[in-house]
């Protein structure tokens, strides 16, 4: 898996594990805010609620998406890795030599 494919994966992790907290977020918000009364406020509510319980189902449709990716790409890395272990074990090696240099500057 390339480099800009793995720091891909990871954005769209962290997306929606942030979209998940901002939900929670709003459903707190909207909670806390149940006791407020008028015409205003309960429509306003009841959009909310729509909009939250739709960007809910978006962010699972993602979140399948995102993880059917991850599965794919870790049997493509296994596959690889199979195939051609010693350009991997070199892969490995020289990534580990390259960090060991850059840690060790510091």
Known sequence: MSESST???FDQQQLVSDMKSAIADA???LHAT???VG????SMRAR???RLKGARERLADAEAI???KTRAAARATDAYVHESPWTAIGIAASLGLVLGV????R
């Open 7 to 9: 720091s891909s994966v």
């Open 27 to 29: 459903e707190d918000m």
């Open 34 to 36: 149940a006791d407020q």
């Open 39 to 42: 015409d205003k406020i309960a």
């Open 48 to 50: 909310i609620q729509d």
């Open 66 to 68: 995102l993880i059917t």
């Open 102 to 105: 850059i840690l060790g500057r």
